[in-house]
């Protein structure tokens, strides 16, 4: 297939191979650019992405070489073995620190290109603007070290259960919310029944006050009655994603969703979670890392739809 975008808008990216990958139905333009030649232009981003005009996506994803842009340069000088450097750009063409479908994808893009070998249980470390992930391959997907989780605010208001408001289309009144970094920042809202989750608004970004320093993404989490089932806790999420709009899935919105259910659930709740969002299901996976921190390992499938030429 081909992306016919002829009109000069596509800058550097014009004549290169891309792939059309998604994960959780969380769906990405993925090209490879391993010499760090293509300067990224944000316009082209948002043209690329834009779902009637371009080949749509909730975003960009370059494939380059970490010692090829300063990001990985620097990250290889920390971590030394993340050789492959995912440069992710919103639909806006802003760019962010991690996204934890899309490594997933990216992973799956790099084999799929033969650009790395990666047999099933084999690990491979990835660069990121939010550190190095270590991605392993597993018999029906991938599963990500996404690292520690953190509150944001202090944790005085986060002892208290809440720390923000949000408001949103549909909610008759604001919420109370936790805000929680994955490496990016996220503010989770629980909701008391499915039809508040369906009646939520999300054409529009939801009003969070405060609002995290670097703006945040937005989750509205139904918990399941009952909440654990066979050891595992189950969700189900919606999101709004800063510089995209509501999609259909988010890997780090689905570990910051189990972070803040299993705060408010207290003693006893599980360290394993099934996040149901639109595209399918996560799983999040808590667990003490060797660094002595609470990490989560996000778990689920990448999938490649397409090839095709950008002109």
Not at 2 to 11: A, E, I, Q, V, Y
Not at 129 to 146: H, Q, S, T
């Amino acid at each position: 297939m081909s992306g016919n975008m002829s009109d000069g808008s596509l800058g550097p990216f014009a004549g290169l191979p891309f792939s059309k990958g998604h994960g959780t139905g969380n769906d990405f333009v993925l090209i490879a650019d391993p010499d760090g030649e293509y300067a990224i232009d944000e316009a082209a981003v948002v043209r690329i992405c834009d779902r009637h005009q371009g080949i749509g996506g909730d975003g960009l994803i370059r494939a380059v070489h970490s010692r090829n842009l300063p990001e990985g340069r620097a990250l290889l000088e920390a971590a030394g073995q993340a050789e492959w450097f995912m440069d992710y750009r919103n639909s806006d063409g802003s760019a962010v620190e991690m996204c934890g479908n899309g490594v997933r994808v990216f992973v799956h893009f790099l084999i799929d290109q033969g650009l790395v070998d990666l047999p099933e249980g084999e690990v491979l470390l990835i660069g990121t603007r939010g550190g190095p992930k270590a991605v392993k391959r597993e018999a029906e997907g991938y599963a990500v070290d996404m690292g520690p989780w953190d509150f944001i605010f202090p944790v005085e208001a986060a002892n208290q259960g809440t720390d923000s408001l949000v408001e949103a289309g549909g909610l008759q009144v604001a919420r109370p919310a936790l805000s929680v970094s994955m490496g990016n920042p996220h503010t989770v809202v629980a909701l008391a029944h499915g039809d508040e989750l369906r009646a939520a608004d999300l054409h529009h970004p939801p009003v969070v006050d405060p609002t995290p320093p670097d703006g945040t993404n937005v989750e509205f989490v139904l918990p399941a009655d009952p909440l654990v089932t066979d050891g595992v806790g189950v969700i189900s999420m919606r999101v709004h994603e800063r510089g995209v709009g509501e999609t259909q899935s988010c890997g780090t919105g689905a570990c910051a969703a189990a972070v803040a259910i299993r705060f408010w659930a207290g003693d006893g709740a599980p360290d394993n979670w099934a996040v149901q969002v639109p595209g399918g299901v996560v799983s999040a996976n808590f667990f003490t890392a060797d660094d002595g921190r609470e990490h989560i390992l996000l778990g689920g499938p990448a999938v490649l739809v397409a090839n095709g030429t950008l002109v």
